[in-house]
């Protein structure tokens, strides 16, 4: 209340439609909070004065991610053809349902102050002078969960390359409100609570949501010539536009704007309020210990409207044990005593993905389009899988999005890969995080493959295990029938060799590494990157990574793999001479044939 005054003399300076978009912003208490912070973004408060710009270099913030500075399109080159692009804009085929919806939209932003009233072509020239102006084409779609959303197309006319970026994004992912637990966990550690202490404490987990969370960023006033969308009113029988006063959902600047206050609205209740909240865009999670009876997430909320940017009660979400975040379910009852906290894919959207997979087995088709649609769904569920799982064994789906011709029946390879996902999305393979630190010691690997002309492909595998001392050297030649189905593909032959012995290892070693953590070295690039990834750029390495990462699941088995210079891998003189290895010999590894 007492930097009340201050908002008031700060407004008076505002210009134009900035003064509508942000009058409910306390820009006193931003300004205070921004100096009290030694927040970086300094210019934060100037911003809700004179408006946020989407043209040229953005302002650099402290705030977000750098990347290089990018090449951006001059004012002069955008408009050079503005009249002819309206042209092209207005000669397009017309879909009429979908235009209703979009200048419904285009009137709900009216009538909440974030447009102004529907304009014809005439009129805007009129207003800003011919070919001085240029919109954005407003286009429809249809989310999963079936709500219609309006987007403009900061693509089409040039309007996004007409801006440069030397910040971009780093967003949370689903897994946050696991990250917010593994944190208060390391910092109770660091105080020296007593682990049965905190063990028996209990979380809560609950969300928000910024409602129109970008029209609330003003745009700058000088700019409102190129933030114009337009649809076509069939009452009218004609375009209409509409000046955007907000930032406008489809730019790429309007990500950058909205994030700059975004940032500041996630560290100020972080700071003065000690909370465990994080946000995605407008969607927000915050993780409170059961015995603050949800008084944490009140005043965070308290501490929203304070600023002017309260949350929408319709989807508030009261501290509970279970709660949905992007699409993740999370669980924190007895997670502190449990130490592990699960995250499972939302019922609907597995539900969906199975669906997809039975109807394409059922029809035995699946065209370029239903293979993309297909991979997206399926991209997110595996996150709320074990691990890396599901990401590998999908080439053949990826081949029939990019590569493949008509016709668009399933080949056997991919009636294979829809009978492996329908098993898949039907395992209860819910991710897992430990908050608490392993009592164990990591088991540290390496393994290498050898292959040339002098004698059969050949593999090892060397495991320490540093809590009992175990040294276990497993050693294999390739077998006939893989060399010869490997040998077609020159490329990938030592890859596939060289990937063969992580598989070899993880199946001879499942009693020791059942439960546990390691460490695994290698040395080639392309196994290290499926590896990481959970998938590679090869039907025959795609469908190891499959299997590698199934395995690591069944073992509930955590992996860090590194990569190793050959001339530093301990396991490569193994993988040449198998048991005749004079350095297994000398550091007393105990060695198994293996077979493949």
Same mark, same amino acid.
Not at 71 to 74: A, Q, Y
Not at 101 to 115: M, N, R, T, V
């Given at each position: 209340?007492?930097?009340?005054?201050?908002?008031?003399v700060?407004k008076?300076?505002?210009?134009g $439609?900035?003064?509508s978009?942000?009058?409910?912003v306390?820009?006193?208490?931003?300004?205070?909070?921004v100096?009290l912070?030694?927040w970086?973004d300094?210019?934060?408060?100037?911003?809700?004065?004179?408006g946020? $710009?989407s043209?040229?270099? @953005?302002? *650099?913030?402290?705030?977000?991610?750098?990347?290089?500075?990018t090449?951006?399109?001059?004012y002069?080159? @955008? =408009?050079?053809?503005?009249?002819?692009?309206?042209?092209?804009?207005?000669?397009?085929?017309?879909?009429?349902?979908?235009?209703r919806?979009?200048?419904?939209?285009?009137?709900?932003?009216?009538?909440?102050?974030?447009?102004s009233k529907?304009?014809?072509?005439r009129?805007?020239?009129?207003r800003?002078?011919?070919?001085?102006?240029?919109?954005?084409?407003?286009?429809?779609?249809?989310?999963p969960?079936?709500?219609?959303?309006?987007?403009?197309?900061?693509?089409?006319?040039?309007h996004?390359?007409?801006?440069?970026?030397?910040?971009t994004?780093?967003?949370?992912t689903?897994?946050?409100?696991?990250?917010?637990?593994?944190?208060f966990?390391?910092?109770?550690?660091k105080?020296?609570? %007593?682990?049965?202490?905190?063990?028996?404490?209990?979380?809560?987990?609950?969300?928000?949501d910024?409602p129109?969370?970008?029209?609330?960023v003003?745009?700058?006033p000088?700019?409102?010539?190129?933030?114009v969308i337009?649809?076509?009113?069939? &009452?009218?029988?004609?375009?209409?536009?509409?000046?955007? *006063?907000?930032?406008?959902?489809?730019?790429?600047a309007?990500v950058?704007?909205?994030?700059?206050?975004?940032?500041?609205?996630q560290?100020? !209740?972080r700071?003065?309020?000690?909370?465990?909240?994080?946000?995605?865009?407008?969607?927000?999670?915050?993780?409170?210990?059961?015995t603050?009876?949800?008084?944490?997430?009140r005043?965070?909320?308290a501490?929203?409207r304070m600023?002017?940017?309260?949350f929408?009660?319709?989807?508030?979400?009261?501290?509970?044990?279970?709660?949905?975040?992007?699409? #993740?379910?999370?669980?924190?009852e007895g997670?502190?005593?449990?130490?592990? =906290?699960?995250?499972?894919? &939302?019922?609907?959207?597995?539900?969906?993905a199975?669906?997809?997979?039975?109807?394409?087995?059922?029809?035995?088709?699946?065209?370029?389009?239903?293979?993309?649609?297909?991979?997206?769904?399926?991209?997110?569920?595996?996150?709320?899988?074990?691990?890396?799982?599901?990401?590998g064994?999908?080439?053949?789906?990826?081949?029939?999005? *990019?590569?493949?011709t008509? %016709?668009w029946?399933?080949?056997?390879?991919l009636?294979?890969?829809?009978?492996?996902l329908?098993?898949?999305?039907g395992? %209860?393979?819910?991710r897992?995080?430990?908050?608490?630190?392993s009592? @164990?010691?990591?088991l540290?690997?390496a $393994?290498?493959?050898? @292959?040339?002309?002098?004698? !059969?492909?050949?593999?090892a595998v060397?495991?320490?295990?540093l809590l009992?001392?175990?040294?276990?050297? =497993?050693v294999a030649?390739?077998?006939?029938?893989?060399?010869?189905a490997?040998?077609a593909?020159?490329?990938?032959?030592?890859?596939?060799?060289?990937?063969?012995?992580?598989?070899?290892?993880?199946?001879?070693?499942? $009693?020791?590494? &059942?439960?546990?953590?390691?460490?695994w *070295?290698?040395?080639?690039?392309?196994?290290?990157?499926g590896?990481?990834?959970?998938?590679?750029n090869?039907?025959?390495?795609?469908?190891?990574n499959?299997?590698?990462h199934?395995?690591?699941a069944?073992l509930?088995?955590?992996?860090?793999?590194?990569?190793?210079?050959?001339?530093s891998?301990?396991?490569?003189?193994?993988?040449?001479? #198998?048991?005749g290895?004079?350095?297994?010999?000398?550091?007393?590894?105990?060695?198994t044939?293996?077979?493949?």
């Open positions: 209340k007492r930097m009340e005054g201050l908002s008031t700060l008076k300076r505002q210009r $439609s900035v003064a978009i942000a009058k409910g306390h820009l006193g208490l931003i300004a205070v909070a100096i912070m030694a970086p300094a210019r934060l408060v100037i911003r809700y004065i004179i946020f $710009s043209l040229g270099p @953005l302002e *650099y913030t402290g705030v977000l991610r750098e990347v290089p500075l090449e951006f399109t001059s002069e080159e @955008l =408009m050079r053809n503005a009249n002819g692009t309206i042209d092209k804009l207005e000669a397009q085929a017309v879909e009429h349902e979908s235009h919806f979009l200048i419904a939209a285009c009137e709900k932003d009216q009538a909440a102050g974030f447009g529907l304009f014809t072509r009129e805007l020239d009129e800003f002078g011919f070919g001085n102006w240029l919109p954005l084409p407003r286009f429809e779609i249809i989310q969960n079936g709500k219609k959303r309006p987007i403009d197309n900061g693509r089409a006319y040039g996004n390359e007409a801006a440069c970026y030397q910040e994004l780093d967003c949370c689903a897994a946050q409100p696991a990250a917010h637990v593994m944190a966990v390391e910092e109770a550690e105080d020296g609570v %007593p682990l049965p202490e905190l063990m028996e404490l209990e979380m809560e987990t609950g969300g928000d910024l129109d969370a970008y029209r609330w003003p745009g700058d000088d700019e409102e010539a190129l933030n337009g649809a076509f009113d069939e &009452r009218s029988n004609c375009w209409m536009y509409q000046i955007i *006063y907000g930032q406008v959902f489809g730019k790429a309007a950058i704007n909205f994030h700059r206050i975004q940032r500041f609205m560290a100020l !209740p700071r003065w309020l000690m909370v465990l909240l994080s946000l995605y865009f407008d969607d927000a999670t915050l993780q409170d210990l059961k603050a009876r949800g008084r944490g997430q005043q965070m909320r501490l929203f600023v002017g940017l309260p929408a009660p319709t989807k508030a979400v009261d501290m509970c044990q279970e709660h949905d975040f992007l699409g #993740l379910v999370h669980n924190v997670c502190l005593k449990t130490g592990k =906290m699960l995250l499972r894919p &939302r019922e609907r959207l597995l539900q969906k199975l669906t997809l997979v039975q109807e394409h087995l059922s029809k035995w088709t699946c065209t370029p389009a239903e293979a993309s649609k297909i991979r997206g769904i399926l991209g997110f569920v595996f996150t709320g899988l074990y691990g890396k799982s599901g990401r064994g999908l080439f053949p789906l990826l081949q029939r999005q *990019y590569w493949d008509e %016709p029946t399933l080949s056997d390879t009636g294979r890969v829809f009978g492996f329908e098993d898949l999305l395992c %209860p393979m819910s897992e995080i430990q908050l608490y630190r009592n @164990l010691p990591p540290v690997i $393994s290498d493959g050898r @292959l040339d002309e002098k004698s !059969p492909a050949s593999i060397l495991l320490v295990d009992d001392g175990t040294r276990w050297a =497993m030649e390739v077998p006939l029938v893989l060399r010869k490997w040998e593909d020159s490329e990938k032959y030592i890859a596939l060799v060289e990937q063969s012995a992580v598989v070899m290892g993880l199946t001879m070693a499942k $009693s020791i590494m &059942r439960n546990r953590d390691f460490y *070295y290698e040395d080639n690039a392309v196994v290290l990157a590896l990481s990834k959970g998938s590679s090869g039907e025959e390495l795609d469908k190891g499959a299997a590698i199934l395995l690591m069944e509930r088995s955590r992996g860090w793999f590194e990569y190793i210079e050959s001339k891998n301990w396991s490569d003189g193994a993988s040449r001479l #198998l048991e290895d004079p350095w297994i010999r000398g550091h007393n590894f105990v060695t044939r293996g077979e493949m």
